[in-house]
C-alpha cells in the first residue's frame, strides 16, 4: 500500500486532471461508463466524493443516516465538482486516518476512504481523458496498488449478481514493476486471495495499467497476456460491476 500522503497527492493531482478533461468532454460519450456522456460521468464523481466528505466528517456509521444532496445546474457542475474536490481533501486531510466511519466494504476507518478515493478518481480521470482523445497510462505503482485493492476489496463487495462460484485460480502478474496474487474460488461466490507467485489454472499478465484497466473492463481482455484457461480468465474478468 502507499502512504495516506501519497493517496491524497493523487487524489489531488487525478482530481484535477479529472476536471481538465472532462470540462472538454460535457456532451462526448463516455465509452466506458455508457450510457453517460461527460456531464454524467462529472455529476457522479460530484455525488461520490460529496457522499465520502459527509460520512467521514459527521463521523457516519449508519448507512441510513446519509443526507444526499441536490443535483445543480449543469453550468456548475464543473465549479461544484472542484468546490467538493477540494473539501474532500481539506476533510480527508484534517482527520485521523485510524478513525472509524462507515463503508460499504469490511474496513469501517478513514483510512479505507482516503484509498479508494485516489483510486475512484484516477480511474475515472482515465475515462475522462479517453473522452477527449488524451489516453495515458495509469502510474505503474499505484496501478499495482490499485490491482491490490481490487482484489481484496471489489472481489468480495462488488460482485454481480448473476455470477456464481469461479471456476477455477488465477494468477495475476505484473510486468513492470511488483505484484502478484493468486485468486482461489471456495465453495461458495467468495475467493481467497494471497499476494504470491504461484501457477493458477490461468494466469493474466501485463503492464499494472492494463491490468487495472481490465479489472475495471475499460480495455478488453485481448489486450492483456493470458496463459492457460481464457475460460477462467474471461469468467473472471467479468464478475464485478463495471464503476
Known amino acids: 500500500m502507499l502512504t495516506n500522503p501519497e493517496y491524497l497527492a493523487i487524489l489531488r493531482s ?17 465509452a466506458s461508463c455508457e450510457p453517460w456522456v461527460g456531464a454524467d460521468l462529472l455529476w457522479h464523481m460530484i455525488e461520490v466524493h460529496y457522499s465520502w466528505t459527509f460520512i467521514v466528517k459527521s463521523h457516519l456509521m449508519d448507512a441510513d443516516d446519509y443526507v444526499p444532496r441536490l443535483k445543480p445546474p449543469d453550468k456548475d457542475l ?3 465538482y472542484r ?3 477540494d473539501e ?4 480527508l486531510s484534517s482527520i485521523d486516518p485510524a478513525r472509524s466511519c462507515w463503508t460499504w466494504a469490511g474496513v469501517q476507518d478513514v483510512a479505507w476512504v482516503i ?10 480521470a482515465w475515462d475522462a481523458h479517453c473522452a477527449v482523445g488524451t489516453t495515458a497510462e495509469i502510474d505503474a505503482s499505484l496501478a499495482s496498488d490499485g490491482i491490490d485493492e481490487f482484489v481484496h476489496v471489489m472481489l468480495k463487495s462488488n460482485i454481480r449478481e448473476e455470477e456464481g462460484t469461479l471456476t477455477g485460480s488465477v494468477h495475476i502478474h505484473c510486468t513492470d514493476v511488483n505484484g502478484e496474487w493468486l485468486i482461489v474460488p471456495t465453495s461458495t461466490s467468495d475467493v481467497v486471495v494471497t499476494r504470491e507467485h504461484s501457477k493458477g489454472d490461468c494466469a493474466i499478465r501485463g ?5 487495472l484497466l481490465g479489472l475495471w473492463r475499460r480495455i478488453p481482455m485481448s489486450s492483456l497476456e493470458v496463459i492457460g484457461s481464457a475460460d477462467v480468465a474471461a469468467q473472471f474478468l467479468n464478475r464485478t460491476k463495471n464503476n
Not at 482530481?15 to 456532451?27: L, P, T, V
Open 115 to 124: 484509498r479508494r478515493m485516489a483510486h475512484e478518481t484516477a480511474v475515472h
Open 88 to 91: 474532500l481533501i481539506r476533510v
Open 207 to 211: 503492464s499494472a495499467s492494463s491490468l
Open 83 to 85: 468546490a467538493g474536490l
Open 78 to 80: 464543473i465549479t461544484e
Open 14 to 30: 487525478e482530481g484535477d486532471a479529472f476536471a481538465d478533461s472532462i470540462a472538454r468532454a460535457m456532451d462526448v460519450s463516455i
